[in-house]
């Protein structure tokens, strides 16, 4: 039998049944998707016609938004995962600081659409990321609010647009891909993707594709998570393949704290027989660490088992 990704219907989403269902996808797979999650279908046709445009346009045009080391918003066609690079471009948008960060949009007439797009979806998602964290405190047995104080105003959390041009097959055999396997860095992801399969997960040392589905939502827990849980739940690996003939789309939201929030096993996980499996961490330190490995080759790239006591 082939074991899929579990679908979850989250229109109850406190209900013991839900939050059980949870709860048992997190222990399994650190993914699973979500139906019912009520974010109009209309946002999310926004946010791909946006991307879609976005990418279509020259090269010159993208670069002339470019991110850097200084502010990580904007446009980037050469990422690294693990010193490797990815077959893919793409934009980033995230909220302004009042120092270096803030936004970078696109110009001309895409400008009009662009922006409200974006912040519409990503306030969605804010609001739905947050519900789902609530409710993975409560299967954590702690308080449901617990686990959201970290993501107030001063969060860290942004949405990338990702676009995975077709890579036709060449003579050797060769096929870069989308992105490496990685974990994400944060609490959590939600993903939307479109038509085009190419997101894998892995399970005990297996690849299993994620199915896509226009009515769902991918949900991953990061690093973040993992480390609340004391390893309970692990933040999976994941990768995406490239497709010979298709172009790809997906627009994952990743759910950051304030860089002043420090995590570590909570004490509800914590017994004589199972001791904290991980020290105190500052986001600022682990965002930063990671983050440099995304524009060179640094060496080994940080991972969050480098905080294990
Ligand atoms: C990511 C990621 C998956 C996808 O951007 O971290 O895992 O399907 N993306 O684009
Ligand atoms: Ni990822």
Same mark, same amino acid.
């Given at each position: 039998?082939? #074991?899929?990704v579990?679908?979850?219907?989250?229109? #109850?989403?406190?209900?013991?049944?839900?939050?059980?269902?949870?709860?048992?996808?997190? +222990?399994?797979?650190?993914?699973?998707?979500v139906?019912?999650?009520?974010?109009?279908?209309?946002?999310?046709r926004?946010?791909?016609?946006?991307?879609?445009?976005?990418?279509a346009?020259?090269?010159? #045009?993208?670069?002339?938004?470019?991110?850097?080391a200084?502010?990580?918003?904007?446009?980037?066609?050469?990422?690294?995962?693990?010193?490797r690079?990815?077959?893919?471009?793409?934009?980033d948008?995230?909220?302004?600081?009042?120092?270096?960060?803030?936004?970078?949009?696109?110009?001309?007439?895409?400008?009009?659409?662009?922006?409200?797009?974006?912040?519409?979806?990503?306030?969605?998602c804010?609001?739905?990321a947050?519900?789902l964290?609530?409710?993975?405190?409560?299967?954590?047995?702690?308080?449901?609010d617990?686990?959201?104080r970290?993501?107030d105003?001063?969060?860290?959390s942004?949405?990338?647009?990702?676009?995975?041009?077709?890579?036709?097959?060449?003579?050797?055999g060769?096929?870069?891909?989308?992105?490496?396997?990685?974990?994400?860095?944060?609490?959590?992801?939600l993903?939307?993707?479109?038509?085009?399969?190419?997101? #894998?997960?892995?399970?005990?040392?297996?690849?299993?594709?994620?199915e896509? +589905?226009?009515?769902?939502l991918?949900?991953n827990?990061?690093?973040?998570?993992?480390?609340?849980?004391?390893? +309970?739940?692990?933040?999976?690996?994941?990768?995406v393949?490239?497709?010979?003939?298709?172009?790809?789309?997906?627009?994952?939201?990743?759910?950051n704290? @304030?860089y002043?929030?420090?995590?570590?096993?909570? @004490?509800?996980t914590?017994?004589?027989?199972?001791?904290?499996?991980?020290?105190?961490?500052r986001? +600022?330190?682990?965002r930063?660490?990671?983050?440099?490995?995304?524009?060179a080759?640094?060496?080994?790239?940080?991972?969050?088992?480098?905080?294990?006591?």
């Amino acid at each position: 039998m082939i #074991e899929n990704v579990p679908v979850i219907d989250i229109a #109850e989403l406190d209900s013991p049944a839900s939050l059980e269902a949870i709860d048992r996808a997190c +222990r399994d797979w650190g993914f699973f998707q979500v139906t019912g999650h009520g974010i109009e279908p209309a946002l999310l046709r926004n946010v791909f016609d946006v991307s879609r445009e976005f990418f279509a346009q020259p090269a010159d #045009e993208k670069r002339r938004i470019q991110r850097d080391a200084d502010n990580p918003w904007g446009y980037y066609d050469r990422e690294l995962t693990k010193n490797r690079q990815d077959w893919k471009e793409i934009y980033d948008f995230g909220p302004a600081d009042g120092d270096k960060l803030r936004p970078r949009w696109p110009g001309g007439h895409l400008r009009l659409r662009f922006e409200p797009a974006l912040r519409a979806y990503y306030a969605s998602c804010r609001a739905l990321a947050l519900r789902l964290l609530s409710a993975m405190a409560s299967n954590l047995g702690v308080s449901p609010d617990l686990l959201v104080r970290g993501f107030d105003e001063a969060h860290t959390s942004f949405l990338r647009l990702n676009y995975y041009p077709q890579y036709p097959f060449d003579a050797a055999g060769n096929r870069p891909f989308g992105v490496g396997e990685h974990t994400d860095a944060g609490a959590l992801t939600l993903l939307l993707q479109d038509d085009q399969p190419g997101l #894998e997960v892995c399970r005990d040392g297996s690849w299993f594709p994620i199915e896509p +589905r226009a009515d769902a939502l991918v949900v991953n827990i990061g690093d973040m998570i993992q480390v609340w849980s004391n390893d +309970r739940y692990r933040a999976a690996l994941h990768r995406v393949v490239t497709n010979p003939s298709k172009d790809r789309y997906s627009v994952p939201f990743f759910l950051n704290p @304030s860089y002043e929030t420090t995590y570590e096993p909570l @004490s509800t996980t914590v017994t004589q027989a199972c001791p904290p499996r991980y020290r105190p961490i500052r986001w +600022r330190e682990f965002r930063t660490l990671r983050a440099a490995g995304d524009y060179a080759d640094v060496g080994e790239e940080i991972q969050i088992t480098h905080y294990r006591t």
